[in-house]
């Protein structure tokens, strides 16, 4: 079996797409998948995660301290072969980006893995409070198992 390349994605690489990122690599045989994330906007790249991040990942024994905000760039669809966005919002930034048809069919909602088709958005736990970040793990946390039943 030839390794899985998935991006999770989000607007700024701080919150959201590094807890999927961290959640899937620690549950994931690495020889099978390679994880990675970034944003769309280039609001924080260089920067790690944010502290309630790291601080929600390293509650379920996850490190996410290594990782460093990138932006989303037209190579990712060449380099990946599933791209999960967080929300709505970010999903139609990166379809907007996509060269052709191949491209587009590799972007899904991370949430659609959970509740099919109905296209709900990970909230953006950035402005609230400690219960955000714990409600998004348990999210992430959840579509991750699927997207391991889906690829291995």
């Known amino acids: 079996m030839t390794q899985v390349r998935v991006l999770m ?3 700024g690489n701080i919150c959201r797409s590094p807890l999927a990122e961290g959640i899937l690599r ?4 690495a020889d099978k998948i390679e994880v990675d994330s ?4 280039n609001y924080h790249i260089g920067e790690a995660p944010d502290p309630r991040s790291v601080s929600i990942a390293r509650k379920y024994g996850i490190d996410i301290r290594s990782q460093r905000g990138r932006q989303f760039t037209v190579s990712d669809f060449h380099d990946f072969d599933l791209i999960y966005a967080m929300d709505k919002s970010n999903y139609q930034h990166i ?3 996509a060269p052709d048809e ?3 069919k590799k972007v899904a909602l991370i949430l659609n893995e959970l509740h099919p088709g109905q296209d709900m958005d990970v909230p953006d736990p950035y402005y609230g409070g400690d219960q955000g970040f714990e409600n ?3 999210m992430l946390d959840q579509a991750c198992d699927r997207i391991l039943d889906k690829v291995l």
């Not at 620690?26 to 045989?29: L, N, R, S, T, V």
């Not at 970034?38 to 906007?41: E, P, Q, R, V």
């Open 26 to 29: 620690h549950k994931a045989p």
């Open 102 to 104: 191949t491209s587009r």
């Open 38 to 41: 970034a944003g769309t906007s």
């Open 136 to 138: 998004v793990f348990n």
């Open 95 to 97: 379809l907007n980006m």
């Open 9 to 11: 994605v989000c607007l």
